[in-house]
């Protein structure tokens, strides 16, 4: 359903990351905070908060999973007024990110990897919401409109389909329906949280430090709620049109269809240069970089780099970002003090001649000569060497 809903979802399923997995255990985490939700037992729930805590492990996003389920389970207390359960939102919490925390104690090494940037941010959190709506319609085929002919046919089409979905979730929150879509509410109250929680999140980080342009890799994790949620509308509504006669189901179900085809009728193109380029890890100019390639002949003992994860995957080299922050003088620091200062240390930064890196590396402090030796300086890779 994901793949067949939005064609830039599943380019991004086809880099070779965490994004994926992450997307995977939220999907799974929801699904047992709504089984719990309508009436399931307590295990259930402590089963959402394990899987809330191995997406973590994935992302560092993933807290926002413990943050939305603590807060419903809370509200949801306080609701039916059941004061003496009030530690279940905090041990659902804590037992979320507990696992990283305590992870992140004993690996020095990886420390850092929550906030790889230190540079001021660049959208207020309105313009976030922006682009996020924005990332969203694109992906779900509802924006740009196409020129005229059988895509926009299809574009008012996949409009209205989404519009008579949407009037499903409104109806469900509507006076005396609440016991009749009592699954549709389970779902769109915890999820909803999540939801909620995720895009403040967002905004707020892309408000303090410098994110890249919102794609779909930063919404993705949002996408299993909101298909499930559409999902449950769309049986619902198809059972409701079923009971009606083939005049009415026959349109809706087209309807149906239409929503999943709009993306793939649109993003073919899209998916076949991406395929051509390579995504993540997969695209060329990571697998055949200088950078990487001096990095493997040189074998140093550890790398310092904003793309750690894709250096170790490619390169077998243990890699890390500074933890510091990106100044020259905070790595320089950071290579003269353990762990780091008796090891063969390289520096290695991809794009350097990037904008986004230039908001956030100090790009001209690691060309100082004094501090650093220059092993490799294009516009697609840097590498330096501290000087001891």
């Not at 307590?42 to 959402?48: E, M, N």
């Not at 603590?70 to 696992?99: D, N, Q």
């Not at 520096?347 to 100082?368: C, F, K, Q, R």
């Amino acid at each position: 359903a994901l793949a067949l809903t939005a064609m830039a979802f599943w380019i991004t399923a086809t880099s070779v990351g965490s994004d994926m997995l992450y997307v995977g255990l939220g999907a799974w985490w929801l699904a047992e905070l709504v089984a719990y939700a309508r009436g399931g037992e307590g295990w259930r729930l402590w089963t959402s908060a394990a899987l809330g805590a191995l997406a973590m492990l994935t992302r560092w996003v993933g807290f926002t999973l413990g943050i939305a389920g603590a807060l419903w389970l809370g509200l949801r207390l306080l609701r039916r007024r059941e004061w003496r359960e009030l530690w279940r939102p905090f041990a659902y919490g804590m037992l979320v990110v507990g696992p990283t925390m305590v992870l992140q104690l004993f690996n020095p090494i990886g420390s850092g990897e929550a906030a790889l940037r230190s540079s001021p941010g660049q959208a207020l959190a309105l313009e976030t919401l922006h682009d996020i709506a924005r990332t969203v319609a694109a992906d779900l085929g509802l924006w740009p409109v196409p020129g005229f002919g059988p895509a926009l046919a299809l574009f008012v089409l996949r409009w209205l389909a989404l519009g008579v979905l949407a009037c499903m979730v409104v109806r469900s929150f509507l006076p005396g329906r609440k016991e009749r879509d009592a699954g549709l509410l389970a779902l769109v109250l915890p999820g909803g949280a999540y939801v909620a929680v995720y895009v403040a999140v967002v905004a707020y980080t892309r408000s303090i430090q410098y994110v890249p342009d919102i794609s779909t890799r930063y919404v993705n994790p949002v996408y299993p709620v909101v298909f499930a949620a559409l999902g449950v509308c769309a049986v619902k509504l198809l059972s409701w049109a079923r009971r009606r006669g083939r005049a009415v189901a026959i349109p809706l179900i087209t309807l149906a269809l239409v929503f999943a085809a709009v993306p793939q009728w649109t993003g073919m193109p899209l998916a076949a240069r991406t395929m051509r380029a390579g995504v993540g890890l997969s695209a060329a100019r990571w697998r055949e970089g200088e950078g990487f390639e001096l990095v493997r002949r040189l074998a140093p003992e550890a790398v310092i780099s904003p793309t750690a994860a894709y250096v170790y995957v490619l390169t077998g080299v243990p890699s890390r970002p500074p933890g510091a922050g990106w100044d020259a003088k905070d790595i320089a620091q950071a290579c003269a003090e353990p762990p780091l200062r008796d090891l063969d240390v390289l520096i290695l930064v991809a794009d350097p001649d990037s904008a986004w890196v230039h908001d956030t590396v100090d790009v001209e402090g690691l060309l100082n000569p004094v501090r650093f030796e220059v092993l490799l300086h294009t516009p697609g890779e840097l590498v330096v060497r501290p000087r001891r």
